[in-house]
């Protein structure tokens, strides 16, 4: 997916495939992949949930002048958070944000639980799962979403099917190359750029 935007070069392109019939077709998941995919987005909406509350308590203790970090959510972290004497609704706040945090955690493992079960029902996935950094979370999403790699003739071409690649405005032979162009799944990019995508790419393309 490029993000670029040439209108003659389209219409050659247009023009140059309907006299070849040469259509691309377009890979259409199954209903299985489908459903699956909504595993994946369920946990990873949850866990952005999950963050979003861990930080609020963080700005908790911050406000009352301790900065514990990651040692907030220990088990002595959090004896010490609800030890601290709060306003009504701060302890309000602090209290309903631990019954909410104390609710999703067992959903998230029980979620992350089934995508590793889904991921060694796959070879595909245990396979890209041997590469460094690599887990089933990753490898799970980059199988359901790619599909079938041999619809990609190199690894360049699913950097840019995943968004990775810089978007570029160049004229008067002059290249500008901006950001990378975010199209395509987020979800896989996300997963793409915590793995490293270059050399993931490179160990599937080269096989």
Known sequence: MKKQKFDREDTR????LMLENNFPQIWIPSPENR????LLWHRHRLVQMRTRIMNQLQAL???EGYRWKKKLFS?????LLE???????????????????DRMNPTIEELTAAVEQEAKRRPEVLRLMTHPGVGPLTALAFVLIIGTPERFRCGKQIG????????????????RLGHISK????????CQMTSGLSTFVLYLSNE
């Open 183 to 190: 199209q395509g799944n987020a979800l896989l990019r996300r």
């Open 75 to 79: 088990e002595q972290g959090r004896a």
């Open 83 to 101: 030890k601290l004497a709060l306003a009504p609704w701060a302890s309000r706040r602090r209290q309903e944000l631990l019954e909410l945090l």
């Open 160 to 175: 840019s099917y995943v968004g990775l690649i810089s978007c570029e405005a160049s004229s008067a032979g002059r290249q």
């Open 35 to 38: 459903d699956l995919r909504q």
């Open 13 to 16: 392109l247009l023009r140059r």
């Open 61 to 63: 203790a911050l406000n």
